[in-house]
């Protein structure tokens, strides 16, 4: 027997909204500006979140081969490898920065 | 008190001259200005194109800017920075600082120059004149430019 | 490289032009204009008068720019200063330095005006509002500023 | 009996001509801005030179009243008060500079 209770469903295929947005040769890479895309609400950091990216396809995984060079910033503000995405709408990735 | 994000040039006389207008009290102008230049590690460049993050962009400056204003006695700032196609010898970015005390505008001046160095989310593109196009690596010595300032 | 001491206002904006005008090797424009203070010690004034020493004036400041150029790589230097009767917001001295590189032109800069500050002979006076004027004294942060550049 | 070597003439009485030069308040205070002047050749240093000038005058030793404070140069060189005068044709006398 199963109530509303039990019948929350499982957390691993609970996803939600976020706008994508890549700089520089991380958009050339990837081959877009900006996306809305449904992550997994279970990705908690950046770096899952990247992990995750990295699987959905070649331009991905070219994009974020070199990991430890792309820079992120959460509602454009610079965040770490391990910053929790939890509270983010707008996730952008790109190289380290050359302005001035 | 201002960051601007442009894609025209910028005349360095008349921006000194909009800050410091009519005001008696500031004894201290520093400028910095950042322009292209025509070669990379020895290879010219035809030009360079500056990408860079709307809305970040303008809130990183003005957390820098803010820094600034809260570590030195300042009586004003500009921050200027183009974006867009620009060639060898084009005005890139401009820096104002205006204080009672000069060794004030000075340190505020590197440090907003060092800070935007290293954290305003600007990259530049180069062109070399068989038509290929990089994107400039970040230099390690802006980061080493960054840390003196840590508290 | 070039030194002046003139009655007559600067155009920032034009110096730059005519210092930077067709190069591209440059990269980094510092300037410095140092203006006059509409009060000294709280109390108001009306004019401010410089006197120098023609000739060591010229000669000073060569020395320095001289020792600048040896120190830092730089593209170019510009010191001028003004002599006469000045009112407050008036700009009295203008430093620009321009080099490959950012920090060569913030030292320089820097380095320029403790110089100037600690050893070109001008004198200031200053009149206020009842008449009487006032040679201005030395100060020491001056002299401290200096050292730091002792090799 | 007296030769041409033996009249050489005591050196005490020997001149020279200088050309003194006054800045701000030292020059208000002595009361011009420029004089050329005879002064006796065994004078070796700036100080010496100030302690001959102050018998010159009240205005003299009004100027130079606070030696320590004054400041000099030989030839439009700077120069301290230990420094020999005797290759100096142009002798300035003035407070620390406020330019700048």
Known sequence: ?100 | MAVRVQQENFDIGAEIAALTNSRTDIGAVVTFTGTVRGSAGGAPITTMTLEHYPGMTEAELGRVEAEALERWPLSGTLIVHRVGELNPGDNIVLVITASAHRHAAFEAAEFLMDYLKSRAPFWKKEARPDGAADWVDARETDTVALERWSK
Chains 1, 4 share one sequence.
């Open chain 1, 1 to 100: 027997m199963t109530t509303l209770d039990h019948a929350s469903p499982d957390t691993t295929s609970q996803t939600r909204t976020v706008t994508l947005r890549y700089f520089a040769w991380v958009r050339e890479k990837v081959g877009t500006s900006e996306e809305a895309i449904e992550i997994p609400t279970n990705l908690e950091t950046v770096a899952q979140l990247i992990d995750w990216l990295k699987q959905r396809g070649e331009n991905y995984s070219a994009a974020f081969e070199r990991a430890e060079v792309i820079r992120t910033a959460l509602d454009q503000t610079h965040a770490g490898p391990q910053s929790s995405i939890a509270d983010a709408d707008e996730i952008a990735f790109f190289p380290p920065v050359t302005g001035g």
